[in-house]
Protein backbone atom coordinates (compact mmCIF):
# COMPACT_ATOMS: atom_id res chain seq x y z
CA UNK A 1 0.00 0.00 0.00
CA UNK A 2 1.25 3.29 -0.92
CA UNK A 3 1.24 6.35 1.65
CA UNK A 4 1.51 9.21 -0.34
CA UNK A 5 2.77 12.62 1.61
CA UNK A 6 2.82 16.49 0.55
CA UNK A 7 6.77 17.35 1.05
CA UNK A 8 8.38 20.26 1.01
CA UNK A 9 11.39 20.90 0.52
CA UNK A 10 13.78 24.17 2.03
CA UNK A 11 17.22 24.28 2.26
CA UNK A 12 18.61 24.82 6.71
CA UNK A 13 22.09 24.52 7.34
CA UNK A 14 23.06 23.67 3.79
CA UNK A 15 21.20 20.22 4.10
CA UNK A 16 17.88 19.59 2.23
CA UNK A 17 15.42 18.71 4.48
CA UNK A 18 11.36 17.65 3.98
CA UNK A 19 8.56 19.70 6.19
CA UNK A 20 5.02 19.88 6.53
CA UNK A 21 4.38 16.22 5.36
CA UNK A 22 1.02 15.16 5.84
CA UNK A 23 0.09 11.89 5.34
CA UNK A 24 -2.68 10.91 3.55
CA UNK A 25 -3.28 7.18 4.65
CA UNK A 26 -2.10 4.91 7.51
CA UNK A 27 0.47 2.00 7.83
CA UNK A 28 0.12 -1.28 8.87
CA UNK A 29 2.72 -2.75 10.68
CA UNK A 30 3.48 -5.72 8.13
CA UNK A 31 3.96 -3.12 5.64
CA UNK A 32 7.43 -2.02 7.96
CA UNK A 33 9.20 -5.02 6.28
CA UNK A 34 12.63 -3.51 5.66
CA UNK A 35 14.95 -2.21 8.28
CA UNK A 36 17.76 0.01 8.27
CA UNK A 37 20.10 0.04 10.90
CA UNK A 38 22.91 3.04 11.69
CA UNK A 39 24.65 5.96 13.83
CA UNK A 40 23.98 9.21 14.18
CA UNK A 41 27.14 12.18 15.11
CA UNK A 42 27.79 15.14 15.34
CA UNK A 43 31.61 14.50 13.57
CA UNK A 44 31.86 16.28 10.26
CA UNK A 45 33.44 13.26 8.18
CA UNK A 46 32.98 9.17 8.28
CA UNK A 47 36.66 9.00 10.27
CA UNK A 48 35.53 11.17 13.22
CA UNK A 49 32.20 9.35 14.45
CA UNK A 50 33.04 9.54 18.19
CA UNK A 51 30.24 11.92 18.79
CA UNK A 52 26.68 9.93 19.02
CA UNK A 53 23.38 11.45 19.02
CA UNK A 54 20.64 10.54 21.17
CA UNK A 55 17.49 10.73 21.05
CA UNK A 56 17.53 11.62 16.87
CA UNK A 57 14.19 11.07 15.61
CA UNK A 58 14.78 8.80 12.20
CA UNK A 59 12.84 8.77 9.09
CA UNK A 60 13.52 7.23 5.11
CA UNK A 61 12.24 8.94 2.46
CA UNK A 62 12.21 7.77 -1.42
CA UNK A 63 13.28 9.44 -4.28
CA UNK A 64 11.42 9.49 -7.57
CA UNK A 65 12.91 10.43 -10.77
CA UNK A 66 10.67 13.51 -10.87
CA UNK A 67 12.63 15.02 -8.06
CA UNK A 68 9.84 14.33 -5.44
CA UNK A 69 10.29 12.64 -1.90
CA UNK A 70 7.97 10.43 -0.72
CA UNK A 71 8.34 9.85 2.70
CA UNK A 72 7.96 6.33 3.95
CA UNK A 73 6.22 4.54 6.88
CA UNK A 74 7.95 3.82 10.61
CA UNK A 75 10.20 5.81 12.82
CA UNK A 76 13.00 4.99 15.32
CA UNK A 77 14.82 6.80 17.61
CA UNK A 78 18.80 7.18 18.30
CA UNK A 79 19.97 5.51 21.68
CA UNK A 80 22.29 7.10 23.97
CA UNK A 81 25.32 6.25 21.79
CA UNK A 82 23.32 7.42 18.48
CA UNK A 83 22.49 4.07 17.20
CA UNK A 84 19.12 3.61 15.80
CA UNK A 85 17.00 0.33 14.11
CA UNK A 86 14.78 1.82 11.51
CA UNK A 87 11.55 -0.76 10.99
CA UNK A 88 10.26 0.88 7.09
CA UNK A 89 8.57 0.05 4.13
CA UNK A 90 10.62 -1.37 1.34
CA UNK A 91 11.11 0.25 -1.55
CA UNK A 92 12.93 0.22 -5.09
CA UNK A 93 14.59 3.38 -5.64
CA UNK A 94 16.74 5.63 -4.58
CA UNK A 95 16.37 6.28 -0.48
CA UNK A 96 17.30 8.73 1.97
CA UNK A 97 17.83 8.26 5.46
CA UNK A 98 16.94 11.51 7.80
CA UNK A 99 18.09 11.87 11.61
CA UNK A 100 16.93 14.84 13.20
CA UNK A 101 17.05 16.81 16.30
CA UNK A 102 16.02 20.68 17.90
CA UNK A 103 19.67 21.33 17.44
CA UNK A 104 21.05 18.89 14.49
CA UNK A 105 19.73 17.30 11.08
CA UNK A 106 21.86 14.29 9.49
CA UNK A 107 20.91 12.52 5.76
CA UNK A 108 22.52 9.95 4.42
CA UNK A 109 21.72 8.64 0.34
CA UNK A 110 21.72 5.12 -0.81
CA UNK A 111 20.61 3.64 -4.42
CA UNK A 112 19.54 0.25 -4.53
CA UNK A 113 16.59 0.55 -2.67
CA UNK A 114 15.20 -1.05 0.65
CA UNK A 115 14.30 -4.64 0.01
CA UNK A 116 11.79 -6.74 2.25
CA UNK A 117 12.55 -8.51 4.75
CA UNK A 118 16.44 -7.81 5.13
CA UNK A 119 18.66 -5.22 6.72
CA UNK A 120 20.77 -2.73 5.49
CA UNK A 121 23.54 -1.00 7.78
CA UNK A 122 24.35 2.17 6.69
CA UNK A 123 27.36 3.16 9.51
CA UNK A 124 27.05 7.20 10.53
CA UNK A 125 24.82 10.07 9.23
CA UNK A 126 27.58 12.62 9.11
CA UNK A 127 28.20 16.55 7.56
CA UNK A 128 29.79 14.33 4.69
CA UNK A 129 26.85 11.89 4.27
CA UNK A 130 24.55 14.67 4.60
CA UNK A 131 26.41 16.67 1.72
CA UNK A 132 26.49 13.76 -0.60
CA UNK A 133 22.85 12.88 -0.03
CA UNK A 134 21.96 16.83 -0.60
CA UNK A 135 22.97 17.02 -3.83
CA UNK A 136 22.71 13.45 -5.04
CA UNK A 137 19.09 14.07 -4.58
CA UNK A 138 19.27 17.87 -5.84
CA UNK A 139 20.67 16.45 -9.26
CA UNK A 140 17.17 14.73 -8.95
CA UNK A 141 15.38 17.65 -8.25
CA UNK A 142 16.71 19.70 -10.93
CA UNK A 143 15.91 17.21 -13.35
CA UNK A 144 19.80 17.57 -14.49
CA UNK A 145 20.17 15.63 -17.62
CA UNK A 146 21.64 12.10 -17.62
CA UNK A 147 21.19 12.02 -13.64
CA UNK A 148 19.69 8.46 -13.33
CA UNK A 149 23.00 7.43 -14.70
CA UNK A 150 24.46 8.50 -11.63
CA UNK A 151 24.96 6.52 -8.32
CA UNK A 152 24.87 8.05 -4.97
CA UNK A 153 28.83 5.93 -5.30
CA UNK A 154 29.56 8.65 -8.00
CA UNK A 155 28.57 11.19 -6.21
CA UNK A 156 29.90 10.17 -2.72
CA UNK A 157 33.81 9.82 -4.29
CA UNK A 158 33.61 13.59 -4.94
CA UNK A 159 33.16 14.34 -0.97
CA UNK A 160 35.21 14.54 1.57
CA UNK A 161 34.90 15.80 4.88
CA UNK A 162 36.95 19.68 3.67
CA UNK A 163 33.70 19.84 1.19
CA UNK A 164 31.17 18.74 4.25
CA UNK A 165 32.69 21.61 6.55
CA UNK A 166 33.35 23.71 3.62
CA UNK A 167 30.04 23.92 2.18
CA UNK A 168 28.80 24.86 5.55
CA UNK A 169 30.37 28.21 5.55
CA UNK A 170 30.37 29.16 1.69
CA UNK A 171 28.05 31.59 0.32
CA UNK A 172 27.53 28.86 -2.71
CA UNK A 173 24.32 27.28 -3.11
CA UNK A 174 23.44 23.81 -2.72
CA UNK A 175 21.93 23.62 -5.95
CA UNK A 176 24.68 25.09 -8.04
CA UNK A 177 27.09 22.80 -6.49
CA UNK A 178 25.18 19.97 -7.45
CA UNK A 179 25.39 21.20 -11.07
CA UNK A 180 28.87 21.05 -10.75
CA UNK A 181 29.33 17.95 -9.38
CA UNK A 182 26.92 16.42 -11.74
CA UNK A 183 28.70 18.46 -14.85
CA UNK A 184 32.16 16.64 -13.99
CA UNK A 185 31.00 13.15 -13.19
CA UNK A 186 28.42 13.38 -16.70
CA UNK A 187 32.41 14.39 -18.31
CA UNK A 188 34.08 11.29 -16.71
CA UNK A 189 31.50 8.86 -17.85
CA UNK A 190 30.54 10.64 -21.59
CA UNK A 191 34.90 10.48 -21.90
CA UNK A 192 35.14 6.78 -21.06
CA UNK A 193 32.26 5.93 -23.24
CA UNK A 194 33.58 7.32 -26.15
CA UNK A 195 37.21 6.87 -25.78
CA UNK A 196 37.34 2.99 -24.91
CA UNK A 197 34.58 2.78 -26.30
CA UNK A 198 32.39 2.05 -23.53
CA UNK A 199 28.99 0.03 -24.33
CA UNK A 200 25.70 1.07 -22.84
CA UNK A 201 26.02 -2.87 -21.42
CA UNK A 202 29.11 -2.33 -19.92
CA UNK A 203 28.19 1.10 -18.26
CA UNK A 204 25.14 -0.46 -16.89
CA UNK A 205 27.39 -3.36 -15.39
CA UNK A 206 29.21 -0.53 -14.03
CA UNK A 207 26.98 1.48 -12.68
CA UNK A 208 25.22 -2.23 -10.59
CA UNK A 209 28.26 -2.61 -9.54
CA UNK A 210 28.77 0.96 -8.03
CA UNK A 211 25.57 0.65 -5.98
CA UNK A 212 26.51 -2.57 -4.94
CA UNK A 213 29.90 -1.64 -3.70
CA UNK A 214 28.74 1.48 -2.22
CA UNK A 215 26.22 -1.05 0.43
CA UNK A 216 29.19 -3.20 0.88
CA UNK A 217 31.12 0.07 1.78
CA UNK A 218 28.45 1.84 4.10
CA UNK A 219 28.25 -2.14 5.93
CA UNK A 220 32.20 -2.21 6.22
CA UNK A 221 31.73 1.39 7.91
CA UNK A 222 28.87 0.55 10.24
CA UNK A 223 30.55 -2.57 11.51
CA UNK A 224 34.12 -0.26 12.05
CA UNK A 225 31.85 2.93 13.56
CA UNK A 226 34.49 3.34 16.40
CA UNK A 227 38.15 1.91 14.73
CA UNK A 228 39.22 5.11 13.14
CA UNK A 229 42.05 3.28 11.84
CA UNK A 230 39.55 0.68 10.10
CA UNK A 231 37.12 3.55 8.79
CA UNK A 232 40.34 5.29 7.23
CA UNK A 233 40.73 1.66 5.48
CA UNK A 234 37.56 1.03 4.00
CA UNK A 235 37.90 4.31 2.42
CA UNK A 236 40.55 3.53 0.41
CA UNK A 237 39.28 0.44 -0.61
CA UNK A 238 36.73 1.50 -1.92
CA UNK A 239 38.18 3.92 -3.99
CA UNK A 240 40.35 0.66 -5.28
CA UNK A 241 37.64 -1.24 -5.64
CA UNK A 242 36.07 1.44 -7.62
CA UNK A 243 38.87 1.41 -9.90
CA UNK A 244 38.49 -2.33 -10.35
CA UNK A 245 35.48 -2.24 -11.79
CA UNK A 246 37.36 -0.10 -15.03
CA UNK A 247 39.51 -2.87 -15.08
CA UNK A 248 36.84 -5.63 -14.88
CA UNK A 249 35.17 -4.05 -17.95
CA UNK A 250 38.86 -3.90 -20.13
CA UNK A 251 39.21 -0.55 -19.70
CA UNK A 252 42.87 0.91 -19.66
CA UNK A 253 43.74 2.84 -16.49
CA UNK A 254 45.21 5.62 -18.72
CA UNK A 255 42.25 6.21 -19.69
CA UNK A 256 40.57 5.79 -16.09
CA UNK A 257 43.16 8.81 -15.15
CA UNK A 258 42.62 10.71 -18.18
CA UNK A 259 38.47 10.68 -17.06
CA UNK A 260 39.07 11.45 -13.66
CA UNK A 261 41.14 14.61 -15.34
CA UNK A 262 38.41 14.92 -17.19
CA UNK A 263 36.08 14.85 -14.16
CA UNK A 264 37.43 18.01 -12.19
CA UNK A 265 37.44 19.98 -14.98
CA UNK A 266 33.77 19.69 -15.88
CA UNK A 267 33.21 20.53 -12.54
CA UNK A 268 35.34 23.53 -12.73
CA UNK A 269 33.72 24.35 -16.14
CA UNK A 270 30.11 24.46 -15.22
CA UNK A 271 31.29 26.43 -11.42
CA UNK A 272 32.65 29.15 -13.97
CA UNK A 273 29.08 29.29 -15.88
CA UNK A 274 27.73 29.40 -12.02
CA UNK A 275 30.11 32.00 -10.45
CA UNK A 276 31.06 29.86 -7.65
CA UNK A 277 34.09 31.00 -5.82
CA UNK A 278 37.46 28.79 -5.74
CA UNK A 279 37.03 28.30 -1.73
CA UNK A 280 33.60 26.75 -2.45
CA UNK A 281 35.51 23.92 -4.69
CA UNK A 282 38.16 23.57 -2.75
CA UNK A 283 37.08 20.63 -1.01
CA UNK A 284 35.64 19.09 -4.19
CA UNK A 285 39.07 19.44 -6.61
CA UNK A 286 41.26 18.02 -3.58
CA UNK A 287 38.84 15.15 -3.77
CA UNK A 288 39.13 14.88 -7.46
CA UNK A 289 42.36 15.53 -7.62
CA UNK A 290 42.98 12.53 -4.90
CA UNK A 291 41.05 10.37 -7.13
CA UNK A 292 43.18 11.06 -10.18
CA UNK A 293 46.36 10.70 -8.34
CA UNK A 294 44.55 6.89 -7.04
CA UNK A 295 44.37 5.82 -10.16
CA UNK A 296 47.37 7.71 -12.28
CA UNK A 297 49.85 5.64 -8.87
CA UNK A 298 48.48 2.73 -9.55
CA UNK A 299 49.16 2.34 -13.17
CA UNK A 300 52.34 4.09 -12.80
CA UNK A 301 53.34 1.34 -9.95
CA UNK A 302 51.41 -1.56 -12.18
CA UNK A 303 53.67 -0.76 -15.19
CA UNK A 304 57.21 -0.80 -13.66
CA UNK A 305 56.48 -3.80 -12.03
CA UNK A 306 55.48 -5.21 -15.41
CA UNK A 307 58.10 -3.63 -16.98
CA UNK A 308 60.89 -5.12 -13.88
CA UNK A 309 58.95 -8.45 -13.39
CA UNK A 310 58.68 -8.12 -9.97
CA UNK A 311 55.45 -7.90 -7.20
CA UNK A 312 56.33 -4.53 -6.14
CA UNK A 313 57.46 -1.09 -7.54
CA UNK A 314 60.67 0.42 -6.64
CA UNK A 315 60.27 1.39 -3.08
CA UNK A 316 61.11 5.05 -3.46
CA UNK A 317 58.63 5.31 -5.87
CA UNK A 318 56.19 3.89 -3.69
CA UNK A 319 56.88 6.19 -1.12
CA UNK A 320 56.57 8.93 -3.45
CA UNK A 321 52.84 7.76 -4.17
CA UNK A 322 52.00 7.29 -0.87
CA UNK A 323 53.89 10.76 0.26
CA UNK A 324 51.20 12.38 -2.92
CA UNK A 325 48.17 10.90 -1.22
CA UNK A 326 49.34 11.93 2.46
CA UNK A 327 49.86 15.72 0.94
CA UNK A 328 46.55 15.69 -0.90
CA UNK A 329 44.75 15.07 2.19
CA UNK A 330 46.35 17.21 3.93
CA UNK A 331 45.48 19.97 1.10
CA UNK A 332 43.70 23.43 2.16
CA UNK A 333 44.22 25.36 -0.94
CA UNK A 334 44.28 25.10 -4.82
CA UNK A 335 48.22 25.34 -4.85
CA UNK A 336 48.83 23.17 -1.93
CA UNK A 337 47.17 20.74 -4.18
CA UNK A 338 49.25 21.70 -7.20
CA UNK A 339 52.51 21.43 -5.35
CA UNK A 340 51.67 17.95 -4.38
CA UNK A 341 50.90 16.90 -7.49
CA UNK A 342 54.47 18.81 -8.48
CA UNK A 343 56.10 16.78 -6.24
CA UNK A 344 55.44 13.36 -7.47
CA UNK A 345 55.87 14.07 -11.12
CA UNK A 346 59.46 14.82 -10.40
CA UNK A 347 59.59 11.69 -8.41
CA UNK A 348 58.15 10.00 -11.47
CA UNK A 349 60.43 11.59 -13.92
CA UNK A 350 63.08 11.14 -11.68
CA UNK A 351 62.77 7.24 -12.00
CA UNK A 352 62.26 7.64 -15.44
CA UNK A 353 65.24 8.62 -16.88
CA UNK A 354 66.94 6.08 -14.80
CA UNK A 355 65.01 3.06 -16.28
CA UNK A 356 64.95 4.73 -19.45
CA UNK A 357 68.84 5.44 -20.14
CA UNK A 358 67.47 9.72 -21.06
CA UNK A 359 69.47 12.05 -19.67
CA UNK A 360 67.99 15.08 -18.17
CA UNK A 361 68.21 17.81 -20.68
CA UNK A 362 66.13 14.78 -23.30
CA UNK A 363 63.73 14.02 -20.60
CA UNK A 364 62.95 17.64 -20.43
CA UNK A 365 62.83 18.76 -23.74
CA UNK A 366 60.43 15.22 -24.53
CA UNK A 367 58.08 16.70 -21.37
CA UNK A 368 58.46 20.24 -22.64
CA UNK A 369 57.58 19.30 -26.29
CA UNK A 370 54.37 17.62 -24.92
CA UNK A 371 53.02 20.90 -22.61
CA UNK A 372 53.56 22.80 -25.47
CA UNK A 373 51.88 20.68 -28.06
CA UNK A 374 49.20 18.98 -26.11
CA UNK A 375 48.76 20.06 -22.72
CA UNK A 376 48.44 23.90 -23.69
CA UNK A 377 46.18 22.96 -26.83
CA UNK A 378 43.79 21.29 -23.89
CA UNK A 379 44.48 24.13 -21.59
CA UNK A 380 43.02 26.42 -24.14
CA UNK A 381 39.83 24.52 -24.93
CA UNK A 382 39.30 24.19 -21.55
CA UNK A 383 39.22 27.99 -20.49
CA UNK A 384 36.67 28.44 -23.61
CA UNK A 385 34.52 25.56 -22.48
CA UNK A 386 31.00 26.24 -21.11
CA UNK A 387 29.03 22.77 -22.05
CA UNK A 388 30.09 19.03 -20.90
CA UNK A 389 30.65 17.96 -24.54
CA UNK A 390 33.07 20.83 -24.86
CA UNK A 391 35.09 19.26 -21.87
CA UNK A 392 34.47 16.23 -23.09
CA UNK A 393 35.77 17.16 -26.56
CA UNK A 394 39.28 18.42 -25.69
CA UNK A 395 39.97 15.57 -23.73
CA UNK A 396 39.13 13.04 -26.15
CA UNK A 397 41.73 15.36 -28.70
CA UNK A 398 44.32 15.59 -26.03
CA UNK A 399 44.27 11.52 -25.04
CA UNK A 400 45.03 10.91 -29.07
CA UNK A 401 47.23 13.77 -29.85
CA UNK A 402 49.90 13.66 -26.29
CA UNK A 403 49.88 9.55 -26.95
CA UNK A 404 50.91 9.86 -31.03
CA UNK A 405 53.58 12.84 -30.24
CA UNK A 406 54.88 11.09 -27.73
CA UNK A 407 55.83 7.85 -29.84
CA UNK A 408 56.77 10.28 -32.37
CA UNK A 409 59.20 11.45 -29.98
CA UNK A 410 60.46 7.84 -28.71
CA UNK A 411 60.64 6.38 -32.36
CA UNK A 412 64.49 5.32 -32.33
CA UNK A 413 63.93 4.20 -28.09
CA UNK A 414 63.45 1.18 -26.28
CA UNK A 415 60.21 0.40 -24.96
CA UNK A 416 58.83 4.09 -26.36
CA UNK A 417 54.88 2.55 -25.26
CA UNK A 418 56.37 2.48 -21.65
CA UNK A 419 57.81 5.93 -21.87
CA UNK A 420 55.42 7.09 -23.68
CA UNK A 421 52.46 6.39 -21.11
CA UNK A 422 55.05 7.64 -17.80
CA UNK A 423 55.43 10.91 -20.16
CA UNK A 424 51.58 11.06 -20.55
CA UNK A 425 51.10 10.55 -16.78
CA UNK A 426 53.81 13.51 -15.95
CA UNK A 427 52.31 16.24 -18.23
CA UNK A 428 48.78 15.63 -16.40
CA UNK A 429 50.29 15.81 -13.01
Keep these: M ?25 VRPEDLTARVEGRVTDEPGYSKQWGGIAGARIEAAEIHADGTLRVLGGQAESDAQGYFVLYTESSSLPVIVRAETPALLRTLAVDGGLLADSTLRVGALTAESSL ?35 VQDASASLADLARSIHAGIIARQRFLAQKVPLSQTAATRIRQAYRH ?19 AEHA ?7 LDRY ?15 AQVE ?45 SEPPASLREAGTQLRISLQAASTITQIHQALQAYRASLLEHLQEVAGLSGDELDQMVNVL ?20 VVEAYLSFADQVCVTALQLLRDRLEPQFIADMLVVAVLL
Excluded at 237 to 242: D, M
Excluded at 282 to 294: M, P, T
Excluded at 373 to 386: I, K, Y
Aim: hydrophobic share 50%; proline share 0%; glycine share 6%.
Design 2 to 26: LLRYSVHLILLMGVVVWVGCKKEGG
Design 132 to 166: EANLFYLMFQQQLAGTADITVADVALLVNTVAALQ
Design 213 to 231: LYRAYLARMHASAEDRVAL
Design 236 to 242: RWFEQQA
Design 247 to 261: LAEGVRMLDVLIARH
Design 266 to 310: GLRMEARNLHLSNDALVGFVQQGKWLFAQAAIRFVEERFQEREGT
Design 371 to 390: TSESVSVLNGRLQSATTVDD
